[in-house]
């Protein structure tokens, strides 16, 4: 009912309050909304009995060939989709990450425990009995932040972890050219509840993908484990294309200016 009062509001405000008479008429039934509107005069009954008969029926898309409207997956969409697609075989020992277009071998982990993450960002980690941890984290470019690997972006980074994990002095940031180029490379040194922690990161953009893989740990150990997680880094191969946003073309996805929704009616 809602939805149906909101329309003929609309249709009032922009084609007058006269055509509501005899032009249009809204109304809903269950969760049918219906809308008849034409651009000649009808006799007000008829008027009537057709959206009422529309409300109540049950409809159906006919096909038409090209079909006036089409479905086009939004970014996000996409990335959900092939996130889901990603794999963690530990029977041969990859990650295959459909949505960046990566794969890589965990061979190197051996002494650690592998497996997928349930948290938002994380896509699968690794515990080390000592308290190292490592964590593979996609995401979306976020296309309000600073541009990925500007200065002010490496600014904000660094801030956020100094911040994060209490630390004493300044993160060293840099941009490396593996395992893409541009890549940015960050180790800082700080607390955490109290521990203190290492933390190295990795962070690329693949397409509209941001992949951030990251080891921390105990800083009394941080050493030992760190050849481990690099060897996970020198491992990646492409695999696939990465998630993008895909602009509508005319050129390439020609849908016509006009063309005819074919309804059928069946009372109920």
């Known amino acids: 009912q809602q939805m149906a009062a909101a329309a003929e509001s609309v249709l009032s405000h922009y084609l ?43 409809m159906a898309v006919m ?41 890589t071998t965990i061979e190197a982990l051996s002494g650690w425990t ?25 995401e979306l470019v976020d296309p309000l932040q600073p541009e990925f690997g500007t ?29 893409q180029d541009p890549t940015v490379r960050m180790e800082i040194a700080g607390e955490l509840e109290g521990r203190s922690l290492m933390l190295r990161l990795w962070q690329w953009r693949s397409g509209d ?13 941080f050493g030992r484990r760190l050849d481990e997680a690099e060897a996970v880094l020198k491992g990646l191969v492409p695999r696939g294309e990465a998630v993008v946003q895909e602009e509508y073309s005319p050129e390439t996805d020609p849908v016509e200016d006009e063309g005819i929704i074919e309804f059928r009616v069946d009372d109920e």
């Open 63 to 103: 096909p038409e060939d090209p079909a006036p409207f089409q479905f086009v997956p939004t970014l996000y969409d996409r990335y959900v989709e092939r996130t889901g697609a990603s794999t963690l075989d530990l029977d041969q020992e990859t990650w295959t990450d459909r949505a960046s277009g990566w794969q």
């Open 114 to 138: 592998v497996q997928r993450a349930n948290e938002p960002h994380v896509r699968w980690f690794a515990n080390y009995p000592d308290g190292t941890l490592i964590q593979w984290t996609t």
């Open 209 to 221: 993908v941001l992949v951030t893989y990251s080891v921390q740990g105990p800083e009394a150990f």
């Open 151 to 179: 200065d002010a972006y490496l600014e904000k980074l660094a801030a956020a972890f100094s911040e994060s994990l209490s630390a004493q002095e300044e993160p060293e940031v840099e941009l490396v050219d593996a395992p």
């Open 16 to 58: 007058g309050r006269e055509y509501r008479r005899n032009r249009f008429r809204t109304a809903s039934k269950g969760l049918n909304v219906a809308i008849s509107i034409y651009d000649v005069d009808r006799d007000p009954e008829e008027l009537n009995r057709e959206v009422e008969l529309l409300a109540g029926s049950r």
